[in-house]
């Protein structure tokens, strides 16, 4: 089996490295004929299935589909076909994957300390005295070079950010038993909700409506006790 990993579809695609570059070229032809056929005039719905018809035959035949494979190197099968060179047009894009705990396979070994006082007493021991010893001209056998990648570093795509919000979902047969009974327990869970907020809608108008009344019967006694005192 062969699977196509994302953004490599012009190399291991067979149709897309042979087949859909001759079709588009047969199809611009027939256009540009067929404008010219027919001047002041546009290319409709109704006329792409004509253009494609004398496109298709001529791009679509046994001779591009079978150096479609060998191109591709899928037949006969070539793992080292390509090399880092090609996948360079994804470097900018190429971004990790955030990983949440990363463990080192290979721990430090940890030195007794017995073994590492000895190593020190040792190199802290004057020597037999040689003419190599001798302090001499420095002379840096070592070369130093610097790449171009160093000082102006090829332009990289920021890190992924991960926005909180509707959950990944997944592949899964919707008429089987134990996804239908799941979807129906979140419709349950999403029913309760909203008919939390409708209820609680409701009660702020009652409670609005009750004070409305209570305000306006206020009003009124106080306006008849006026009246009498007038009286």
Not at 25 to 53: E, K, M, R, W
Not at 107 to 124: G, K
């Amino acid at each position: 089996m062969l699977t196509l990993p994302p953004h490599c579809s012009h190399k291991l695609q067979s149709l897309d490295v042979s087949v859909f570059g001759p079709f588009k070229t047969y199809y611009t032809q027939a256009s540009n004929d067929f404008l010219l056929n027919h001047p002041g005039q546009t290319i409709s719905i109704h006329d792409v299935c004509g253009l494609v018809g004398k496109a298709y035959p001529l791009a679509f035949i046994h001779k591009n589909i079978v150096s479609d494979f060998q191109k591709a190197m899928i037949c006969p099968f070539n793992k080292l076909a390509f090399s880092d060179e090609d996948f360079m047009g994804s470097f900018v894009t190429d971004r990790p994957m955030p990983v949440e705990c990363q463990i080192e396979g290979n721990a430090r070994e940890v030195q007794p300390v017995q073994s590492i006082v000895s190593s020190s007493a040792t190199a802290n021991q004057p020597g037999p005295f040689s003419a190599a010893n001798q302090p001499g001209p420095s002379i840096s056998t070592s070369g130093f070079l610097v790449m171009p990648e160093q000082t102006s570093p090829f332009p990289k795509a920021p890190p992924r950010i991960s926005k909180g919000g509707r959950k990944r979902g997944a592949t899964l047969i919707l008429t089987s038993t134990p996804v239908k009974k799941q979807l129906e327990a979140v419709a349950l869970e999403n029913d309760k909700k909203k008919n939390k907020t409708c209820s609680k809608k409701k009660e702020l108008k009652k409670t609005l409506f009750k004070d409305i009344e209570t305000s306006s019967n206020e009003s009124r006694i106080s306006l008849h006790d006026d009246s009498s005192i007038f009286l």
